[in-house]
């Protein structure tokens, strides 16, 4: 099992920054790709971004490309996703999530919240106007 735990969220201007963090307990982060969603009130789920295991790359929803940057420090057992230039529609609950990676599945797999196996709590991020 892991336990994911989501921290860094807050209240913000439009404009600003807050960096996210995840952090894994109960098993490593190891052959795991580590995505980040979020749900805006009275609205479904949506992918943020998603970083898989070893290199296989970094993606990122059309609406927060060039503004926000996920990495992970594997040795920590901690993602984090850094978010700039941020504004008021990005305001949300975010979500960090966790599934074993494997090499044949293509990149856009990792963009839908049903393939992923564990769940962070979420943490409020409200960017205002």
């Known amino acids: 099992q892991v336990q994911l735990v989501e921290s860094g969220g807050g209240l913000v201007q439009a404009g600003g920054s807050l960096r996210l963090s995840c952090t894994a307990s109960?098993?490593?982060?190891?052959?795991?790709?580590m995505g980040w969603f979020r749900q805006a009130p009275g609205k479904e789920r949506e992918f943020v971004a998603v970083y898989r295991w070893n290199g296989r790359g970094t993606y990122y929803a059309d609406p927060v490309k060039g503004r926000f940057t996920i990495s992970r420090d594997n040795a920590k057992n901690t993602g984090y996703l850094q978010m700039n230039s941020l504004k008021p529609e990005d305001t949300a609950v975010y979500y960090c999530?966790?599934?074993?990676?494997?090499?044949?599945?293509?990149?856009?797999?990792?963009?839908?919240?049903?393939?992923?196996?564990?769940w962070g709590q979420g943490t409020q991020v409200t960017v205002s106007s």
């Open positions: 999530a966790a599934v074993a990676d494997r090499t044949y599945r293509s990149g856009s797999y990792y963009h839908s919240d049903g393939v992923y196996d564990y």
């Open positions: 109960g098993r490593t982060f190891s052959n795991s790709a």
